[in-house]
Every structure is written in C-alpha cells, then in structure tokens.
C-alpha cells in the first residue's frame, strides 16, 4: 500500500484527449519525464493507487497528452478527469537533475541555521507572486517563510529535513 509520505504532488489530469484513452495532464514537474519510472499515481477514495504509464507526449511546456495501460476510450479516461498525479519519492531520489517541486517539501522538518528546527510544512501558497511555505511549529502555531531556493542550504531527501539560512528578522 503507497504511503502520503512515499509521494508528491507533480501535477493534475484534466480531461480526455481525443477518443483512444489519451488523457490530458497539467503538470508542476517534469521529473516523471526525467526519472526512470514506469508508474504515476492518483489519489482514488482515500488510497494512493498506481497507474502504468503507456507512453506520453508534451503537448507544451506545462502539459502532456498521457496514456495509461488499460485505458482505451474516451469514456474510461474521463474517469481520470480532475484527478491530482503524485509521483514515488524513491524514483525522484534516482532521479539526475530532477528539479524539486514545492510539493515535494510537504511533510519537510524546516531547519534554520541560526533558530533551529521552525517546524513541519504543512501547504504550499502560491496564490500570490511570493510562494510561501506554510509551517507548523512545535508549539502548534503557523510560520510563513518564503519558499525560495536564495535562503536553501541543503536538502535531506531521506530525512525529510529543509535546512535554510533566512534573514535575520524574518522570523
């Protein structure tokens, strides 16, 4: 059974393509462009359920038409319409000059080189120009810092720990 942990969110499928199964799909990453795994994964009833990956094409920079083993109508694929696509850590780790998506950080312990552990991240806001990150702290309060790569100073995939440097008086 995959774990939430065991993911991440790369992006959504939006509606059939044509009448043959092809599927549309959004995405935040690539990395299932980059990496060598032959499955991606929808979250279906509560459960993380895998699909095997047919074959692909990008349709632009930001989409791609995708066909799924078994999935051969127009029919079948709008089941799949509006579902959000996770993609395996494992794969991810494997991955060479994978990019990480924000999504990826979910569940991340924010370490701060001068405070310490700030927390867990909780959300990812990219409703405005500024991405933030949105964190839980020990004490169960809410911390947003800025999700940028300026204030990253090294990333522990395995231990799921953000280590950042932010200015002073952000915090």
């Given at each position: 059974m995959i774990k939430e942990d065991e993911v991440?969110?790369?992006?959504?499928?939006?509606?059939?393509?044509?009448?043959?199964?092809?599927?549309?799909?959004?995405?935040?990453?690539?990395?299932?462009?980059?990496?060598?795994?032959?499955?991606?994964?929808?979250?279906?009833?509560?459960?993380?359920?895998?699909?095997?990956?047919?074959?692909?094409?990008?349709?632009?920079a930001e989409t791609a038409l995708i066909t799924l083993e078994d999935i051969t109508s127009d029919l079948q694929a709008k089941k799949f319409s509006g579902l959000e696509v996770y993609f395996p850590r494992e794969y991810?780790?494997?991955?060479?000059?994978?990019?990480?998506?924000?999504?990826?950080?979910?569940?991340?312990?924010?370490?701060?080189?001068?405070?310490?552990?700030?927390?867990?991240?909780?959300?990812?806001?990219?409703?405005?120009?500024?991405?933030?990150?949105l964190i839980n702290t020990p004490e169960d309060e809410e911390l947003i810092i800025p999700a940028s790569d300026d204030f990253v100073i090294d990333i522990d995939s395995d231990n799921k720990i953000l280590y950042v440097k932010l200015p002073e008086g952000l915090i």
């Open positions: 991440f969110k790369i992006g959504k499928f939006i509606k059939p393509h044509g009448i043959k199964g092809e599927i549309s799909f959004a995405f935040d990453n690539d990395i299932f462009d980059k990496a060598d795994c032959p499955y991606l994964i929808c979250l279906i009833n509560g459960i993380y359920v895998p699909f095997f990956v047919k074959e692909y094409r990008f349709k632009g991810f780790k494997e991955a060479d000059n994978a990019e990480y998506s924000l999504d990826y950080f979910l569940d991340f312990e924010v370490s701060d080189e001068e405070k310490g552990n700030l927390g867990k991240i909780i959300s990812v806001d990219d409703s405005t120009i500024n991405t933030l990150f």
